[in-house]
Every structure is written in C-alpha cells, then in structure tokens.
C-alpha cells in the first residue's frame, strides 16, 4: 500500500467518525420540530414531574399542573433544536421504559420510574468533560437536565408548591435583608 493510499484510509475514516455527529447536529438545528407531538406527550411529562416531586405531605407536582408548565417552557421559550432535543428525549423515556420492562413510562412502578430517570441521567456522565462540554455547546443540555429544572421553577412558582411547600408572604409588611428560620420552619418562598 502506498504512502498516499494509506493516508487517503485515514482520511476516509476520520470523515466518516465525524460524519455521524455533524448530520445529528445538522438534523436538530435544522428539523422543524413536531409541537403536536408535544401536545400528545403531555400525560407523558405529567408522570415524569410527578416522578420527580410525587405526593408526599405536600402536594405532588402533577397535582400543581408542572406538565402544563413544561409544555409552555418547552413550546415558547426553548430555540427549535432543544425543542427537537426535548421530543426526541421523551421518545426515549418510552422506548427505555418498553425495553426494560416491557409497558408505558406511565405503568410502571416508582422504582422502575426511578430507574429509567437514573439511567438517563447516568448516561450523559459517561463522557469526558471536555467532550461533554463539547456536546453541551453543540446540542445543548441534556433531555433530563431540562426536565428536572422545569419541574423545579413550575412547580416553586406554582400556588400549591409556594403556599403548602415554602412559606409563602402574599404581601410582606417591610423589607428585612436577613431573617433567621426557626427550627421546623419552611423555606421563604418570597424573601
């Protein structure tokens, strides 16, 4: 093999690695993204925000109505690649869930729930990260980051989670810079 043949092979297969990554990237940025797809997965997302903050003493996140909040988030403030990142994260909730244990996200027990979100999450840890800062640059964050942040601001600005869960002033009477919490009391929702 010749020195020009055999530089061409490496050259051929350096294209081709770096091939798949950039249509990938190409195919987010540039596919308009199936919004009533969205619509159609929003029993989907209800199950996974109650997954993340289910009923306990407080109100769940289901029952505060975070799905609709992350489905307002998603369609309104999110550009067309992370909305198509998002779709496409929440086929694979669904996909994972029929492959491990053969049923719908939303018919599996917590623990399964639990498992499925554990493994996405464990997922996007693999890589270096230099390579996931890469990743993050090029495609955005991750599917379960996105969902675990919505979840979390839906449901700390709803009016379930800031009057049950935080210790919520509709009307503070005068500013005050530093207030001490009292033992067993709950987090200021407006201070």
């Known amino acids: 093999m010749t020195r020009r043949r055999a530089l061409l092979w ?28 969205l619509k159609e997965l929003e029993p989907l997302i209800d199950e996974l925000v109650d997954t993340i903050i289910p009923i306990t003493d407080s109100p769940g996140a289901k029952e505060a109505g975070v799905g609709r909040f ?6 309104f403030f999110m550009d067309r690649s992370a909305q198509n990142f998002f779709i ?21 027990t917590l623990e399964q729930r639990l498992d499925t979100l554990n493994d996405l ?26 969902l675990k942040a919505y979840t979390i601001e839906g449901y700390c600005t709803s009016e379930l989670g800031a009057t049950r869960c935080l210790n919520y002033q509709a009307v503070p009477l005068n500013y005050q810079p530093c207030i001490p919490i009292e033992p067993g009391q709950r987090s200021w929702a407006t201070k």
């Open 10 to 37: 490496i050259l051929l297969l350096i294209s081709a690695t770096m091939a798949l990554p950039l249509i990938k990237w190409v195919i987010f940025v540039v596919r308009r993204p199936n919004l009533g797809k």
């Open 88 to 108: 496409d994260g929440l086929e694979e909730v669904n996909r994972m869930s029929f492959k491990h244990y053969g049923k719908a996200f939303a018919k599996c």
């Open 70 to 75: 992350v489905v307002g988030k998603v369609m």
């Open 121 to 146: 999450e464990n997922r996007e840890l693999i890589l270096h990260p230099l390579l996931m800062k890469v990743k993050y640059k090029l495609f955005g964050f991750p599917f379960i980051s996105y």
